[in-house]
């Protein structure tokens, strides 16, 4: 066989191209460039898809996850897992009660609520309230906060833990004009403006809006978060407003104060005397005097 058979014409080298790559470009020089066939196209584009389709599928998971992490967090705070029982409401921060709050509005009866409020000792195995809270206005006057109910009705349902505050108010007319109904009395907005706002900022917070009877025959009504207690609320047997007496108001609580109701004359609103007596009608009624202010609220 010629020494020569072996040998590749160069001219023929040119013509022979690797498989799965493109022609050489026009400067010989230049390297050669990958191509993919169509078949692998697919297999690569379907890879590239499912890739996508997997992340994607991580997040949705990885959200789920949050958000399901999030309500039960929210659960969870409701039923008040996250406050540690103490020895007193006295112990207690204002946002910790209002956690409180929360499960015992949730309770399905009263007698669960008060259940609720014996585990974290807001009131006595005897069912009674133990221990107030100081609070300090931003003018400096003292007062207490002492439970007087559980399960008072709101506006958007069944609230938890309703408040007296009890201390040194300067007396206060109701109206200096001719109000016959709490609802457009000046000590109303006094409450709901000037004093709402002295309150520290951690109790003023959790106060929440209630639904009160602002008249005899309870057909109107407003939206306070400080208001007066009713004729009713301290258990006085009269016709009224249809609300249950407060059950932790002690008879007298109220010596001098003023009570929201209007007088069964039409002429002023009803107080306490200096005796712990419900004072109903009469001259001593009028709405200009000056008597004591003792504010309820709910959180």
Known sequence: MSATSD???PRESERIEPKGYLP??????????ATVTPEEGQRNLRWLMFKIGAVLIGMHLLFLGAFIGMGAS????LHTAQVEIKQSIIYYSWDELASISREIAA???DAQALRVAQRFHLVDPAGLPFGARRVALSDGTLLT???VALRSELPTGTGGLTFILEGELDPRAMDDTIAQSWDSTQLRSWLNEELLEMLPLDLKRTVKLVAKPASADALRT?????????????????PGDGLAALPFLAEGALAQGWLRSPASDGAGFCYVDDDGQVVLE???????????VIPFFVI
Do not use: H, M, Q, Y
Not at 222 to 238: C, F, H, K, N, Q
Not at 282 to 292: T, V
């Open 7 to 9: 040998k590749v014409d």
């Open 24 to 33: 050489p470009a026009s400067d010989a020089r230049e390297a050669d460039v």
């Open 74 to 77: 929210f659960i969870g705070g």
């Open 107 to 109: 309770s399905g009866s």
């Open 145 to 147: 906060a002492r439970l």
């Open 222 to 238: 407003t939206s306070d978060r400080l208001w007066l207690a009713s004729v009713p609320e301290l258990g006085e047997e009269v």
């Open 282 to 292: 009469g001259e001593l009624c009028d709405a200009s005097e000056r008597r004591a």
